[in-house]
């Protein structure tokens, strides 16, 4: 069960966000269970959610950190990861992020085009430093999942594609600067089909195939993240079938003697031990639609918005007979609403309110839009 205790919850000024660290923990023991079973490697995106708690227990559990900016690595490294734990992906890093990386001496970078290679190269050679990559192929392989948060197919802006592999070996052969040491590939985010990572696989395993037949042993494979979690019946599975998704690739992943496998997951660690709880404002009648107007909005969580996403809503304080909302946020845009037609108990002024499965992507992408305060948050031990 979720900790949502009511009393606690009240003693704070809305809207914040809540994160239940026990259930955190025991995801993050039932993940290392799971992946310790083939000596896996999880890295935690920390896109996904940075805040200070979280990461403690990342680390404290064993996670290493997957970043995408510098600033993701300096909070890593200054929450306490170690550099050699810290991978680094992004289709456009800047010479202040790779200079960064390079002097923090991270384990890998995934790079994500020919013309990267290149800059890093140079920059490493500046430092007299050689940095440890990996390549991060696109592998044109479907996550069925939302357009916006597919990643691995041609038409996407990630990764280098397979009629470019040739040129970029040849490339590196003139790189000094540069170590290969992997390949990396990460499809796409919220995977309810594990049918798909099946499919990442035999992609996979291809890849390997045609890296050995150049004469390239890979020290590692990473295949990134993106397993998802159950927003529509957050209680039903709080903690995501680790023992599957692990399995799976044990299964269907042909690893060579020697080879490390390395996962960055972000969004199956986090999203349920987060809860958005909200103030209603206001009741307003419409002409088919009754609105529930909250102090939350998109500014808080814009998944919603963003991706047409759905979060369960709850009404934590009344009990009455059940109504249909429209439940929207404050801010001047029509697309600042959390559930059309969401059936709640009769809902006042007052009432708390629970928007579900938000520990992911949803504080972390806050924004100061309509000049709003950012985002508080409390945390349940
Ligand atoms: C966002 C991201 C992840 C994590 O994705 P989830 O769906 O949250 O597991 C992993 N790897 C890379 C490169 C990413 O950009």
């Known amino acids: 069960m979720l900790n949502l205790n009511l009393e606690e919850l009240q003693q704070h000024p809305t809207p914040f966000y809540v994160y239940d660290l026990n259930l955190l923990r025991q995801t993050l023991q039932a993940a290392r269970q799971e992946a310790d079973k083939y000596d896996f490697h999880v890295h935690y995106a920390l896109k996904a959610n940075a805040n200070t708690p979280v990461l403690d227990e990342m680390r404290q559990n064993g996670f290493g950190a997957d970043c995408v900016s510098g600033n993701e690595i300096r909070a890593a490294i200054e929450n306490g990861f170690a550099s050699k734990e810290v991978v680094f992906a992004g289709v456009g890093k800047s010479d202040e992020e790779i200079n960064y990386a390079l002097e923090q001496d991270i384990f890998c970078f995934n790079c994500e085009s020919s013309h990267e290679l290149e800059v890093l190269n140079e920059l490493a050679a500046k430092k007299g430093k050689v940095a440890r990559i990996a390549l991060r192929i696109n592998p044109n392989v479907n996550a069925n999942t939302h357009k916006y948060i597919t990643t691995g197919l041609e038409e996407n802006k990630f990764g280098i594609n397979a009629w470019e592999l040739e040129h970029v070996l040849a490339q590196l052969q003139t790189l000094s600067s540069i170590e290969l040491i992997g390949i990396h590939f990460h499809i796409g985010s919220q995977i309810t089909d594990l049918s798909v990572f099946k499919n990442l696989c035999t992609r996979v395993n291809e890849f390997q195939e045609w890296f050995l037949a150049h004469n390239i042993q890979l020290q590692h494979i990473n295949v990134g993240g993106g397993l998802g979690v159950d927003y529509y019946h957050p209680e039903q599975q709080l903690i995501p079938d680790f023992e599957a998704y692990f399995g799976l690739f044990n299964q269907f992943l042909e690893i060579r003697p020697g080879q490390e496998v390395h996962f960055e997951l972000g969004r ?54 059940e109504v249909r909302y429209d439940v929207v946020g404050p801010i001047c845009e029509s697309s600042d609403c959390f559930g059309k037609a969401v059936l709640l108990p009769e809902t006042n002024r007052g009432d708390l309110i629970a928007i579900r499965t938000a520990g992911a992507y949803g504080e972390v992408m806050a924004s100061g839009y309509n000049l709003r305060n950012r985002v508080k948050a409390v945390y349940l031990h």
């Not at 639609?289 to 809503?313: C, V, W």
């Open 268 to 321: 199956a660690l986090v999203a349920q031990s987060g809860t958005l709880i909200s103030k209603v404002l206001y009741i307003k009648n419409g002409q088919n639609t009754n609105f529930a107007i909250l102090d939350a909005g998109m500014t808080e969580l814009i998944r919603p918005a963003l991706y047409q996403s759905y979060h369960k809503i709850e009404n934590l304080t009344s009990t009455a007979a």
